[in-house]
Structure formats: C-alpha cells, structure tokens
C-alpha cells in the first residue's frame, strides 16, 4: 500500500475503517467495450469517453507538454483527469463521503466562478477573513476564478463533480497558504494537495522542479516540500471544506481547524533576496570605480 | 441509462471558455454510424427550416456557416502546425504537386492570369501559385484574389504576404461565402482553386454553380480535398488514426479538442470520389479524364474541371 495512505489512516482517527476497506474500484471502463469510432452518449454536458489507449496517450502526452510548458493549465487539467481513474478520484469521492461536510457538498454541488462568487461583496469583507484573503490574492495575482477548464474526461458524473470541485477549490487553497503563482509556489502547492489529496496529477506535477533555477529547486526541496507534505498529511481533507460558508470566517482560525501551519512567505523570501543581490552588486560597482 | 437527472445540471453553471460551449454534442441523434452516408434529414422536426450537418451533428442551414466560421477563427493561429502534426507535414507535399499540376502562370504569347483561390484565408495555396507563375513561367503579372468566410484566417494570410514581401498588387484577400461569392463578376477567372475547403461549405452544389459562373469559358476549376481511403485495412486504420489521435493532438497542441473532432467528421462525411466528380459535372463544368486523381492511397484528392466554351 502506498506509504502515504497508510500514514493517512495512521492519522485520521474515526475514517480508519472506511479507508482500510478500499473504496469499490469500479473498472476504467463502466461502459461495453467500445472504439473511438462508436462512442457511448456523454453522461454529462461536455463528457468524452475515452478508450484505455486514448487515456493512456493523452496522460503521456500531457505530461510531457506541460512539463515543456508549464502555463498550458488545459494540459495539466487533462493529466489530472486521464490519471484520476482507477481509484483515485474514487477514493477522494469517498472521502468527501464520510464526512458530513462533504456529502453536503456533493448534495448541492456548488460551483466557484465569477457568477456564484461576488468579489465586490468579498472585498467588502474585514481583514483576515477567507473571503477577504481570497478577493485580496485575486487581485494581486491578477488573476480571475473563470479560468478553470471543464472537466471532460472522467467517466462516472460524480467524480467529476469532485475533480471539478477541486479544480475551482486550487485559488482557495493558494490564498489558504499565501503561496503565489509562480512557478516555485505552484510545485510547493502541488506537493501540499498530493499529501492531501492523492491525486496523482498534483504528484506527477512535483516533477516539474526540474524546470526551476537551483536555488529556487533547493529552496523548494529543503524548505517547501517538507512543509507540503508534513501538513498535507497531518491537515483534515481541504476538499471537505465548504468554502461558500466559510468566506467569513478568520483565516487563521480555519487553519486550526484543518490542522495546518503557514508555510514561510515566499514572494517576501524572494523580495529579500533579489534587494540582497542588488545591494551586494551596487557595492561591488562603488568598490570597482 | 447512464445519465443521472442530476449530472445534467453538473457543468452547466460555469461560463465555458473554448469554443466546447458552441461545438457541443447532440449525443443521441447522431453518433451511430449507420446514419454516416445517408443525406442529412431534410427539415428539423420542430420547425420547417431545412437542416444540414455539421460534422455529425445535425444543425439549421442558416447556422452551419457561421458555426464553421467560430472553428477556423479557433484554429487560425495555429492552422499550420495541426496541419503538419495531423498529416505529418505530407500536406505540403500534396499542396505543392497540385500547384504543380495546374501549371499557373502566364503561358509563352499568352497572357497573364487571374487566379481565384476560395476558402484560402493563410494564402498557403495562394503564395505557391505566385512562386510558381514567377520561377517555372518568368511571370509577375498573375494576380491570386484569395477569398474566405472567416476574416481571422484572411488577417492570418495578409499578414503572412506582408512577412514573405509579396506585392499587394500581385495578391489581394477579400471576405467571400463560397457559395455566392457576390463581388466576383461573372467570367472573370482563369483558375479557381479550392484546397481542403469545400467539405465546410454549406451547400456544396451551390458553391460549384458559383464556381461556374466566375470562370471565363475554359477556364480550368480544381478541388483538392479529403476523400476516402480505398484498400478497407488502410481505411479502417486511417480511421481510426483520425478519431483518436487527431482530436488528442489538437488537445495537446492547439488546446481545442472540439474544433479538430468537427474536422474528422467533417471528412468522413463528403462524398466519395466518383461522387463529388458526378457533382462538378452537374453544375457544368466538364470533368477532366475520370474526374479525379488520388493522393496518397486516397487520403487526398485533386478534382478538376473546365468550363466548357459556349
């Protein structure tokens, strides 16, 4: 069994039982057989069934463009979806299952886009609220919640909601943390949702520090990943968290609620350092002349 | 059977980025197979407007032009690398022997020609006639009026003529429906030239008539489109080439599954051969030995035809 799971159970008291009985792992396929030349109707709006060669291309072919070209957000999504199946987004539907929180939340399926979600009304929120961090991280990230893809390629309509859920929860998760965009705070980010999560896409995106400069890879390797993944264990299910009803409670008290630890602010570490750099270079010029 | 009450509602709250939310699927009408060569059904059902189809959807005939239209604007930047990653750069072969073959350019004692090349918004056609009228005929005067649906695609060509240093007066772009093409006067075109462009027209007799009507008599009309692929084993791996991999390639590559899905229908849904050749004689044109040459075991075709004289 994988080691991360079995220290999941070891932590999370009461859902031992459900965990260690293995959630059903329905076969890749719930349909015949079939060919891309004769595909079954969708199960839901957008829905493309795949053949198992099909995942398995795209999951490779995926992989490979996104680690060539990380902003490809579409691609990663794709890898996350072709991967998620067998068991693991299983496994996280079930987890979302046990919880009182989270079945109430695949009951009313809410969605998080720039309809459902009002930022001026979040922006009004006080200091220190989930809502308020959120709107403020936006805003300085620039970026919008419109701009998750849909998810297309899981078979069974609920665990898609479940992936589509986690997808549009990933900025809550950015402004839980206050890890930002860049490339650097994405993979730390990635590393936190695997521990937490277990969705192979956010474990297969902690390859790509290979991609960072090496003292960003060293920052990320000594400081970040052990943080991800000691709190990603230690924390309750994020995807268990309501946020619509959470926009007004303080930040830090949902943190201890979850279980988790900021990790140190990464746009401040590297503000510093980059001041540091310039200093040392404007004196070394003044020491040339 | 599948289909929960619930899941319908499931990904419909969210504003949909691509071109997923024009391109979607009508599932259950039109995914079984036997319904592929049959004509499209004749009148919607709710209304009396007559319908056509759009890959294998089935859609009103007043939407499908604009509906393609919204699929070359999707794919207009990137047209040239699906190209080459979907046929594996054998596209520029086929584009320059039916250059080749057609010879354009002024012929010794004649006159210099006027070329129309319909539904060739990136010039990729266009520019070949050029390069080939001025190296193999020593001729500058040729003229390519290149005329598309789809003004992102014909932004794409008069940029790439301005980059390759092509004349203005040698080359010129012009917002054009296949099917009337309403500011070309009649009998004014040497060669009309339609490449990997009539399978998105509408109303493909239409366009052939048109095509008749702006030739000058015996002027020369050629087609090169997909066709279909003739030993069965090749075909059935052709197909299956295109219905997994292209739509996946245009994912990875070009981030649009659907538009590259509505391409492979769009090709397994024009007629045979012998059929589209049977069509260009019906609107008048005289067909050139059997009507058609294949390229490729089939996978391209060059159709031509001559406008006969009076």
Redesign the interface.
């Known amino acids: 069994m994988n080691p991360l799971v079995r220290r999941a159970i070891r932590r999370t008291g009461p859902q031992v039982k459900l965990l260690r009985e293995f959630p059903k792992v329905v076969s890749a396929s719930r349909f015949a057989p079939f060919t891309s030349l004769s595909r079954p109707p969708p199960n839901y709006e957008g829905h493309v069934p795949l053949t198992v060669p099909e995942r398995g291309l795209l999951a490779v072919g995926s992989a490979v463009m996104s680690l060539l070209n990380p902003r490809r957000g579409d691609l990663i999504a794709a890898l996350g979806e072709a991967t998620a199946t067998p068991y693991f987004i299983y496994r996280l539907r079930d987890a979302m299952l046990s919880s009182p929180t989270g079945r109430r939340i695949l009951k009313d399926r809410p969605r998080i886009n720039s309809t459902t979600v009002s930022l001026e009304r979040l922006r009004s929120l006080p200091d220190g609220t989930v809502g308020r961090e959120y709107a403020a991280w936006l805003d300085k990230e620039g970026v919008s919640p419109d701009t998750r893809s849909q998810v297309r390629y899981i078979d069974d309509p609920e665990c898609a909601y479940v992936m589509q859920r986690y997808r549009e929860c990933h900025d809550f998760y950015h402004a839980l943390t206050g890890l930002p965009i860049i490339v650097e705070g994405e993979i730390a980010l990635k590393a936190f949702e695997f521990a937490n999560t277990l969705i192979p896409m956010t474990g297969l995106s902690m390859f790509a520090v290979v991609r960072l400069k090496p003292e960003e890879r060293r920052r990320v390797l000594t400081t970040y990943f052990p943080w991800a993944i000691r709190n990603g264990l230690q924390a309750k299910e994020v995807i268990n968290i309501y946020w619509e009803e959470e926009l007004e409670t303080d930040v830090k008290e949902l943190r201890n609620r979850i279980g988790l630890e900021r990790p140190p602010d990464l746009r401040k570490i590297r503000a510093e350092l980059r001041a540091r750099r310039r200093a040392e270079e404007a004196a070394r010029e003044s020491a040339g002349h | 059977m599948?289909?929960?009450p619930?899941?319908?509602?499931?990904?419909?709250?969210?504003?949909?980025?691509?071109l997923?939310s024009v391109v979607?699927?009508v599932?259950?009408l039109n995914?079984?197979?036997t319904s592929l060569n049959s004509p499209p059904p004749q009148n919607d059902q709710l209304s009396s407007e007559p319908v056509t189809h759009f890959g294998f959807q089935t859609v009103k005939e007043s939407l499908k032009a604009t509906r393609v239209a919204e699929v070359f604007s999707s794919v207009a930047s990137s047209y040239d690398t699906m190209n080459d990653v979907m046929s594996f750069g054998i596209h520029r072969l086929w584009k320059d022997h039916f250059v080749r073959s057609l010879n354009p350019g002024r012929r010794p004692g004649g006159r210099p020609m006027s070329i129309l090349d319909v539904a060739g918004g990136t010039g990729d056609i266009a520019f070949r006639m050029l390069d080939h009228s001025e190296k193999a005929n020593g001729d500058r005067g040729t003229t390519v009026l290149c005329a598309d649906i789809n003004a992102d695609m014909l932004r794409e060509g008069e940029k790439r003529a301005i980059q390759n240093g092509y004349d203005s007066n040698r080359i010129s772009f012009c917002l054009e429906n296949a099917e009337t093409l309403d500011s070309i006067p009649d009998n004014s075109i040497d060669l009309y030239t339609i490449s990997f462009g009539i399978r998105n027209v509408t109303r493909i007799p239409m366009a052939l008539r048109s095509a008749h009507r702006v030739l000058k008599p015996g002027g020369v009309f050629a087609c090169l489109e997909f066709s279909k692929v003739s030993p069965a084993f090749l075909d059935a791996i052709y197909?299956?080439y295109s219905?997994?991999?292209i739509p996946?390639m245009g994912?990875?590559?070009a981030?649009d599954?659907d538009s590259y899905q509505y391409l492979v229908e769009s090709i397994k849904r024009f007629p045979s051969q012998s059929e589209y050749a049977r069509m260009i004689r019906d609107a008048g044109l005289v067909n050139v030995g059997k009507g058609y040459e294949e390229l490729t075991f089939g996978v391209a075709s060059i159709w031509k035809g001559v406008k006969p004289l009076e």
């Not at chain 2, 619930?6 to 691509?18: C, E, G, N, T």
């Open positions: 599948f289909a929960h619930l899941s319908r509602r499931l990904l419909s709250a969210a504003p949909s980025k691509h997923r979607t699927r599932a259950v995914s079984t197979p197909q299956q219905f997994s991999v996946l994912q990875l590559v981030g599954r």
